[in-house]
Every structure is written in C-alpha cells, then in structure tokens.
C-alpha cells in the first residue's frame, strides 16, 4: 500500500499542470449555483494542500490557480442569478431545491453584501448566496471586489491545514513510513465520510422531502394517541422535528446493527476471519510512536477517566435542576455500564490479547468503545439541543473523533477485535439516540451548555492527563504487541502439522478466496532463484511506468504488475509471474503478448519451523493463479483471474529437489519445501526421474499423500 501512495504521489508532482487543472476546475465548480454542494472541494484542496507541503508541487501556481477557479465560479453564478431572477425557481434542477434557494435568500436579507464574502465559508449556502445576489441586483463592480477577496481568503483556509499535515506528514515518514500511511488513509476514509453525509443531507434528502410530509400527515390521521405525537414530534413546523427524526433512523439502524454482530461473532464465521485479518494488518504498521499515541488515547478511554467525567457531568445537571435529563443521564450511564459486563459473560468470546480478567477478560462488546460513546454522546446531545446546525456539526464533529480515535485505538493495539468496537459504537449510539428521541421535546430545563462543555473539557484534560502521566509506562508495556509464534519441527510439519496452516486466502472481510497450494520454509528469496529455471521471475514493482502498461494494449503479462492481494492482513512478501509458455513466438508463432500468465504469491504466517543447528526460520504460505490477459479493443490489458487451482504438474514448487506433496481432504495438493541449507543435512526426499518428469516423490518415510481438513478459519 505504501508503494501505491508514493506512486500516486509522484504521478501528480510529476504532472503538475494536470493538478493546476484540477484545482481550478474543483474550486470553480464548488463555487457554481447549487452544483457546489456536491463538488468535493475541501477533499480535493487539502489534498493538494498536502501536495504541496510534501514538496511535490509549486505552492504558487496552485494558489494562483485555486483562486482563479473560485472567483470564475462565483460569477457564474452571479450571472446566472441576474438572468434568471425570481424564474430561477420555476427552472429545473433548481426547481427541486427552491427549500435552499429561499434559504440563501433569507441568509442575503440578514447579511447584506458581505453575505457573499461570508457565505463561502458556511455549508448549506455558499453555493447559494452568489446566484441570490445576482437575483437582487447586487452591482456587478461591488461583487468582483468582494468575490476576489474572499476566494482568496478562502484559497487560504483550504489550502492552509494541507501545507501542514503534509509537511507534517513528511516529518512524520522520517520517523516511520507505515506510520504516516496508516495516518494518511485514515483521514482519506474521514473526508471520504464527511462527503458522503453532506451529499446525503444537502442534496439526496431535499429530493424526498414530500416524503416525510405524506409521513406525518398519515400518521396524524391515526386514531391513536401514540402515532399522533409521532406526528406532531416529526412534523416539519416543529422545531425539533429534525432531530426526532434522525434520533428514530439511528435506533432503526443500530439496534438491528448490534444484533447482527452478535449473531456474527462464532469462530467459524466470516466476520471472526475477517477480525483476524484486521489485527494482523494493523499488528504489522505499529511502530513504537505509533504505540506511544495509541496508548495514551486508549488512557482517556479508561474506566477511572470515565468514571469521573460522568460523576461531574451527572452532579451538574443536578445543581442545575435539570431534573429529568440528569436522571435520564444517569440511567443512561449505569445501565451500559451494567449491560457491558453482562453481555461479555453471555458472548464469552476471548480477546485478542489476554490483558484483564473476570468478566473485563471477555471482548464482545468493548467497552471503551461503548462506555465513551454514551459517555460523550449524551453530553454532545445536551451541549448541541437548540443550537444552529453549524454549532451542532461542530459539537458532534469533535465527540465523533475523540470516540472514533478512542475506538481505533483499541483496534490498533489489539486489545479488541474490529467487529468488538462495531459492536460498542452501534449499542452506544443506540443509547444516545434513544435518550435524544425521548429527551430532545424537554425544553424548559436550562443546562448552561457551554458551562457543560467546559466543565467536561477540563475534568477530561485534568484527570485524564494525571493517568496518563501516572500509569503510561504500565500502560505500554501492557499493550506491548503480541507475535505469537508456533513452532515445529520437520516431523512434526510433515506427518500433520502442515494441516494447521491456512488452507485458503482470507481476504480482510473474512472471505475465503483461492487455495493455498505452497509451504515453503526458509527464506522466499531462496525459492524466487530457485524457480528462475522454471520461468519465473519477480513481478514489476508498481511505478508510473509499469502502470502505463495497463493502458496499452501490447504489454507482455509478465511486464504487467500483480494486482495486491492480502493474506489474513497481511501483504504478499514473494510475487513471481511467469508467462504462458503456449504462447512464446517460438512455439506457436502467435503474440506473446497475447494470452495470460501464472503468479506465484508467497505470505508470512505465525508458525516458524525449528532447525537441527538449534534456530528456527519462517514458514510462508503461498498460492498460485492462472491470470488471462483481457486487451478490450486492443487498448488496454486487463488481468483476470481464470483458474485458481493449479494441476499438479503447473505446480512449479513440486518440481525442486526435495519438495513433499500433500493432499487435503478437498482432493487440493500443497507443496512442501525448506529453502537450500536450512537443514544441517538433506531431510527431505530428492529428485527423482519421475519428478522432473511432473511425477512428485512422496515421503521417503512411506506416509504417502497425507489428506486432512484444511486449518481452522482464525489460524494465521
């Protein structure tokens, strides 16, 4: 992955009037009437931004470029709005969003002309406010000046936080590469997320608002008292209806949620395989700083933090004789932290790690992760209740990343599965939507919200910071990472331990894909010199230039790089391709570039097998496909997976000296082989005539092929 990165990286340094391009034509179009709201122009622009602070780019000509590209788009849309005038809104696609239009038109009246200069900055309207003041006849001259200079201001603000994180970043990739590509995708994925829930609220929800009117107005028709408050709570009129309705749709979705990962969880299901595989990944980008920041998140995240934070926030409410929220705080609080420990005792699902005992020893659900989703959501639902969307975004936006980070770290130090945190993020926001649907009507019991916000603020920062100081040590070396490794030895791999061994490629989501037919011990780069007589060499690393080769249609298989393929979490350490013989020039006469290839991918596993001298080395798992080269109308090459299970004499392993052949019970054959000089003397059966003739030796020993079930689904 950190190859693929650098490569997209280095693409774009290298063409630098394509990003020219791109930033000009993002920030005009984010800037157009309405088609704005869907642009991703923040995505796009920090990560330009970031472009820059990594060296890749010319600060000024992005600049220069992005400010061009906001100033055009404003005065289309200024342009379109002195055309049209009030006939905007009987125009399609504006027709369907005249809710918007008139909101932009409400934030003109307030704001006046330097609602153009402050509207670029506020979602919701900045697509808005240009065309609304060509629709009131703002002068043109006055709106150049102030379209200018605040898309200049507004260059900066996007520009800005990326020039930091990547020179950020840079600092960052001195210190550990997989650090700062681990850092790297998991702010892609969060803007990735926030695009996604802006498109979704801004454009995709307008189209169904009739929806929710026939909704309420056949609920209202109801002879019944319960479905009349639905109603009157969703009606469109009354001021908390929106959050009553987001309140009921997370209930709706969490709840079932919950329950699926519960009825997921049993070691022989996908989702146990897929949790295996996310550990391993993660076990492999930890570095020690990484571990450093992981372990003091997790800290906040502690029962004691916890704890405290939610005794301050409950004895507030109380003072302020919110009665019936601080009771429904409290109940919220104490029936998690009942519920956790109990639901842990009835899943009994063992942890990753063995860190805690009694009930705390169990994993589904975690509860870091749950505790501080109700902890930090409740207190998000009263500090945001009646507040304007803009302050309720922020308020959110800062407890869904402190839960989030505090999640992810407990994925990351492996102190829980991935599908544990699901679980406590989908019941903990169960329960915080459950007490903002019964709770968001309350409106005459005064919080002091900001006082709320501070108060929490400081007891976390306080308490919080004193554990960290006083037990992190403790702490690290309690979430040290855990590789444990499975040794054997030659005997004990080949009369049956081989079996233990992953018999098929688990993909990160628990899938299992194709065979595993390779056991090689020792080190791949002995099996990569030992295969060249066979044909096979190393695959192309991925560059700009062996990526072209995708998008010509003559490129020979083996000049084209395999695609990445994940074994339990872990990336392919050996890819060796080898082109179809069938089809060299000499044989046939046809275009070698014409037909497929074979690929040989070899993986690390946990298990290492122990030597006469008294060390031990690595076994890896491998597999071999068959790829047939798609060239749609000769433009292009495309690999596609034909065959996944070679025969046994395509298997190039079982024609080395001294390989054994296997067989599972799925009739699949698996070679086993140790690398040249692993073994203080030669163990294991040699060559004979039939073998290279594609017969392969058995056991000397007389075991025959040993058939047996393949390993069990969470086995590395």
């Not at 749709?249 to 996310?278: K, Y």
């Not at 029936?335 to 009930?359: H, W």
């Not at 005997?491 to 331990?497: A, F, H, Q, T």
């Not at 790829?627 to 046994?648: G, M």
């Amino acid at each position: 992955m950190t190859d693929l990165l650098n490569q997209l990286v280095n693409l774009i340094g290298e063409h630098p009037t394509l990003a020219n391009a791109v930033v000009f034509l993002i920030a005009m179009g984010e800037a157009l009437f309405l088609i704005g709201m869907v642009v991703p122009s923040t995505v796009v622009l920090v990560g330009a931004g970031t472009l820059v602070g990594l060296g890749k780019l010319d600060p000024w000509p992005i600049f220069i470029w992005t400010v061009l590209g906001a100033t055009a788009g404003d005065a289309i849309s200024y342009w379109i709005g002195h055309i049209y005038k009030d006939r905007i809104k009987k125009v399609w696609p504006f027709s369907r969003y005249t809710t918007l239009v008139e909101r932009g038109e409400a934030y003109f009246r307030r704001h006046g002309g330097k609602s153009v200069f402050i509207g670029r900055f506020v979602p919701g309207v900045k697509a808005i406010v240009p065309g609304i003041a060509g629709m009131v006849g703002m002068p043109a001259g006055r709106f150049t000046v102030i379209n200018v200079t605040s898309a200049i201001a507004w260059t900066i603000v996007h520009l800005g936080p990326g020039v930091i994180a990547g020179t950020a970043f840079g600092a960052l990739g001195k210190i550990s590469g997989r650090l700062a590509t681990m850092l790297g995708v998991f702010l892609v994925l969060l803007f990735l997320a926030v695009m996604l829930a802006r498109w979704l609220i801004l454009i995709v929800l307008p189209l169904y608002a009739g929806s929710r009117v026939r909704f309420v107005a056949w609920l209202a028709a109801r002879q019944n008292r319960v479905a009349r408050w639905l109603a009157r709570m969703f009606d469109p009129a009354h001021p908390r209806s929106a959050g009553m309705l987001v309140s009921a749709l997370l209930l709706l979705v969490t709840v079932p949620l919950f329950v699926a990962l519960a009825a997921a969880i049993s070691p022989d299901a996908g989702l146990q395989r897929a949790d295996t595989a996310i550990r391993n990944l993660f076990q492999d980008l930890r570095t020690p700083v990484g571990d450093q920041i992981m372990v003091s998140i997790t800290m906040l995240g502690d029962g004691l933090v916890t704890s405290i934070v939610a005794i301050v926030a409950v004895a507030y409410l109380f003072v302020r004789r919110a009665w019936r929220r601080a009771t429904g705080f409290l109940i919220a609080i104490a029936s998690t932290a009942v519920f956790v420990p109990l639901f842990k005792l009835l899943m009994n699902r063992e942890r990753p790690i063995d860190i805690y005992s009694g009930a705390d020893a169990f994993s589904f659900p975690s509860g870091h992760a749950t505790i501080n989703t109700v902890l930090y959501g409740l207190i998000a639902v009263l500090v945001a209740h009646d507040r304007s969307p803009l302050t309720k975004a922020g308020v959110f936006s800062v407890a869904v990343s402190l839960i989030g980070a505090i999640g992810f770290s407990r994925v990351y130090l492996g102190a829980h599965w991935a599908s544990d945190v699901a679980g406590g993020l989908a019941f903990g926001t169960a329960m915080v939507a459950a007490f903002a649907f019964v709770f968001g009507s309350v409106h005459n019991e005064k919080v002091g919200r900001w006082a709320l916000a501070a108060l929490v603020t400081v007891t976390l920062a306080g308490v919080g910071g004193a554990h960290v100081m006083r037990n992190f040590n403790n702490a690290v070396e309690l979430y040290r990472p855990v590789s444990p490794i499975v040794a054997m030895t030659r005997d004990e791999w080949l009369s049956g331990g081989w079996k233990t061994l992953p018999g098929h490629r688990i993909e990160l989501n628990g899938e299992q894909e194709e065979p595993l037919v390779v056991q090689w011990a020792g080190d791949p780069a002995a099996l990569a010199e030992a295969l060249k007589p066979h044909g096979y060499v190393r695959a192309p690393q991925w560059s700009v230039a062996t990526f072209a080769g995708f998008l010509a249609g003559q490129t020979l298989p083996e000049d084209l790089p395999a695609l990445p393929r994940i074994q339990n979490g872990r990336g392919a350490e050996l890819v060796l391709v080898r082109q179809d013989a069938n089809i060299a020039p000499s044989a046939t006469g046809e275009d070698p570039s014409s037909g497929g290839r074979w690929v040989l991918r070899l993986w690390p596993t946990r298990f290492d097998l122990d030597t006469e001298a008294g060390g031990s080395v690595p076994i890896h798992v491998g597999s071999l496909i068959h790829e047939r080269i798609l060239r749609p109308l000769n433009e292009l090459s495309a690999p596609r997976k034909d065959r996944d299970l070679p025969n046994t004499w395509e298997n190039p392993v079982l024609l080395l000296p001294g390989v054994t052949r296997r067989t599972r019970a799925d009739g699949s054959e698996v070679a086993l082989g140790i690398a040249s000089g692993v073994m203080a003397r030669e163990t294991m059966a040699p060559q004979t005539p039939a073998t290279a003739a594609g017969q392969v030796s058995d056991n000397p020993a007389g075991t025959g092929t040993d058939s047996g079930a393949e390993a069990p689904s969470g086995v590395q």
